[in-house]
């Protein structure tokens, strides 16, 4: 049961954060693992330090979502490094912080490119491989802030991942005769570099908040995605599932006990 050695796997946005420890679960679990982002530099080290931890290969491939020729390119490296592509976790994204009295266009713009349109050009570029595969499994990481919350400075963002909640149900059903399932993890507060960025008050806050009291890892959103991807779970589409410990759940701070 289980059983995930050899299955090759996409991740992209995989060079850091949630996306690396979704790689790192793969990694260990005995996949092909390809890791994909902008920064080479990132690229390499993660590459450095998931090489050797199971039986499978590990690889980077540069690549930018946000552009559909690019994501086209990757599809087709992965396929020639591995031979196919079994599962596709579309997780890079990007949280940047923008009031609507004074969000721009071109700040719009950047959010919906990357979080929306990556997720489609990500996955289509894909859908060659994952028919092929005969088990594909597409894993979209989506967010709770848009399709259960909403936090100031991010309605842009918030939007987007609601959106990609709205690309998976038809998308799920588009791709269901292939065998190949499309479904959401929706993370919590996890703590990554991106999210550190948003500076200590914000974390300590956050913390707070979350009924099991700490903000989650990037290998907890790594092992929903690996059940997602067995082949036992092919009969789970469309669906979308929080790994927050908890934190869309109190009715008022009050609710969250020390
Ligand atoms: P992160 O630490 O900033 O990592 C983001 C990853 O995406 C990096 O590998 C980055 O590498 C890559 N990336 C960014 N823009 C890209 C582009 N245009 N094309 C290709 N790769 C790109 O962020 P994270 O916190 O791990 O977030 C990852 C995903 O989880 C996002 O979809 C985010 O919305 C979601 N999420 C995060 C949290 C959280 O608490 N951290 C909560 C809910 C949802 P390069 O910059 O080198 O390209």
Redesign the pocket.
Known sequence: MFDLQGRSVLI??????????IATVFAKAGANVA?????QD??DT?VGDLDGLGSGKVIAVR?????RD?CTALAEAVTDAFGGIDVLCA?????PDARLSTMTPEQLEEVL???VK?TFYAVQACLDALTASGSGRVIL?????GPITGFPGWSH?GA??SAQLGFMRTAAIELAPHGITVNAI????????????MGPDYLAGMTRSIPAGA??T?ED?GHLAAFLATREAGYITGQSIAVDGGQVLPESPDAVTP
């Open positions: 992209t946005g995989g060079s850091k954060g949630i996306g690396r420890g890791v994909s982002a902008r920064s990132q690229l993660c690549a930018d979502v946000s552009d690019s997780n890079a994204g990007i949280f490119g990357v979080n990556g990481t989506s967010s709770i802030t963002y987007s991942k929706l993370p919590g507060n996890i703590l990554t570099e991106g999210l550190a960025d903000l989650g990037p959103i």
